[in-house]
Each structure stands twice: as structure tokens, then as C-alpha cells.
């Protein structure tokens, strides 16, 4: 099991270097058919046959990813004036605001499911998997363009520090559980652990790496340290509910994994499942407040 996870996250690293050096249209798409493996799964979670969930997927990925071509397009071309993008905008940032807070709701579903168990309907996981994974990747493509792989990195580096700090604190330390009924195996220790570090982590790269564009730089410079501790600790909360809302809805329908395409991992969505919320959150925070929305 090790080697396959090794072998697999090698070769996944090997194909985003690619995709990133050939360009970011080609690093875009290689995302893109990320965000939409992760959707067919989530929307297998509901109950559909996998063939309708690929065709749902792929009619999805292909209108997203033209539109944002198209923007692409006549942005590069001169024709800012004019562009699909300068159309669209609003609606964009409408959508991953309202997106973002469905995800707050979820969080307060969560939390109060945490020793009952939580039940979704199918419906609801059809539409949470219809509109969210698309959510997510045009997040990541505006962060991207916006600032560059640096921001996308540094929200990257929240998710995975908050998950690789929680699962050792919490095998140290976890006495007291985060939500038995969803998933056994997290602690509120281990909850503490991956917060402390993601925040404390973040000031350190605020004050000495601001040369570069990071999530918690783009807060500090806007509303102060106390900014990024407030913006780290939405980021890792909404980090750990994408997990647990997956979590719920794999335990419904009686999985381990959302798929076996990713060998020693699972699937997509169970990769990319805290990626989720933090993106459209992590779009709010950075491209809003930087372009004079927020601060």
C-alpha cells in the first residue's frame, strides 16, 4: 500500500510539473480533469450510475472550461473592453460567494451531526457536487491568474499542513473526539495542532517571505496579524469540513474510498475534497480584498 501511494503521488507530482511548465493553459486543464473526476465521484456518492455521473461531468467540465477559455482568449487578445470576462464578473464572484457560504451552513450541519450521524439526500449531494466542484476550480483558476502559483501554493500549504499536523498531534495527543458518528479517527487535539501550526506557519511566511503573494500575506497587509489568524482559522475549519462532509457521504452509501483511479489514494474527491471549500473561501479572501472588495 505504501509503494502504490509513493509511485502515485510521484507520478501526479510529475504530470502537474509538466502541465505547469507547458503553460498555464495546460496547467489549467490538467486541473480541470482533476475538478471533474472529483465531481463524477462526488456525484456517484449519490446514488448515480457512473456513466450519467461522467456524461453530468463532462458536459459541466467542457461549457466551464470553454466560457473561461473564451475569457482567456479575448483578455490576451487586447479586447478587455469587451470580453466575455467583463461580463460575467459579477455573476462569478456572486456564485463563489454564495457557493461560500452554503459551505458555512455545512459546517453548522456538520457540527451538530458530529455524535448523531449525517444524513444527506441524494438531491442535495447531486447539486452540492453539480455547482461546488466547479466552484472550486474556477477559484483556483482566478487565484492563479490573478497571482500567480505562489497564492495557489500557499493555500495548498494550509490544506496539507493542517491535515499532516492533525493526524500526528492527534495520534500523540487525541483523547477527545471531533465527530464519532462521521469520522472516528479525528480529535479535537488534533484539530488544535494542525490550526496552531497553519496559523503560526503563516505569520512567519507573512513577515519574512512578502516578497512573495501567500494567502496570509494578502491578509496581513490588509487587516494585520490578527487578520490572517481570523482568515487562517476559517481556512482550516472549512479545510476539516470538506473532509467530514465527504466523509459523511462515503459512510452513507457503505465506502472506503469515492473511487480506486488513484491507487494507495483512492479517488480524486478524496484527495481534493478539503480543496472544496478552502478555494472559493480562499478566493474571497484574496482576489476580493485585494481588488478593494473587503478592506
Known amino acids: 500500500m505504501l509503494k502504490q501511494r509513493v509511485i502515485t503521488a510521484i507520478v501526479l507530482l510529475l504530470i502537474l510539473l509538466a502541465s505547469y511548465w507547458a503553460g498555464p493553459v495546460a496547467f489549467c486543464a490538467v486541473m480541470a480533469i482533476a475538478f471533474f473526476l472529483a465531481q463524477w465521484e462526488w456525484l456517484r456518492l449519490a446514488g448515480i450510475q457512473s456513466w450519467v455521473a461522467g456524461v453530468v461531468a463532462a458536459i459541466l467540465g467542457l461549457t466551464v472550461c470553454s466560457s473561461v477559455y473564451v475569457m482567456y482568449a479575448e483578455i490576451t487578445g487586447g479586447q478587455i473592453e469587451t470580453a466575455f470576462y467583463n461580463q460575467v464578473a459579477g455573476l462569478f464572484i456572486l456564485y463563489v460567494g454564495i457557493v461560500s457560504l452554503l459551505w458555512i451552513g455545512i459546517a453548522i450541519r456538520v457540527f451538530f451531526s458530529r455524535f448523531g450521524g449525517m444524513k444527506v439526500a441524494p438531491v442535495i449531494v447531486s447539486v452540492t457536487a453539480v455547482f461546488f466542484a466547479p466552484a472550486a476550480w474556477l477559484s483556483f483558476v482566478s487565484m492563479y491568474s490573478a ?8 493555500l495548498l500549504m494550509i490544506v496539507w499542513i493542517a491535515d499532516i499536523m492533525a493526524y500526528f498531534t492527534g495520534r500523540a495527543f487525541g483523547k477527545h473526539r471531533l465527530a464519532p458518528a462521521i469520522s472516528p479517527n479525528k480529535s479535537w487535539e488534533g484539530v488544535a495542532g494542525g490550526m496552531v501550526s497553519v496559523i503560526v506557519l503563516g505569520l512567519l511566511a507573512g513577515w519574512f ?21 481570523l482568515g487562517g482559522f476559517i481556512l482550516v475549519s472549512l479545510s476539516i469540513v470538506g473532509d467530514l ?22 479517488g480524486f474527491y478524496d484527495r481534493m475534497d478539503a480543496m472544496m471549500p478552502t478555494l472559493p473561501a480562499g478566493l474571497v479572501m484574496t482576489v476580493m480584498v485585494a481588488s478593494g472588495y473587503l478592506g
Not at 517571505?209 to 489568524?229: D, E
Not at 462532509?245 to 483512492?266: C, I, M, T, W, Y
Open 147 to 154: 497571482f500567480g502559483i505562489s497564492m495557489i501554493l500557499s
Open 245 to 266: 462532509f465527504e466523509s459523511a457521504l462515503k459512510r452513507q452509501v457503505g465506502v472506503k474510498d469515492s473511487s480506486n483511479l488513484l491507487p494507495g489514494h483512492g
Open 209 to 229: 517571505l512578502p516578497q512573495y503573494h501567500t494567502v496570509p500575506g494578502v491578509l496581513m497587509n490588509s487587516f494585520g496579524a490578527l487578520g490572517w489568524v
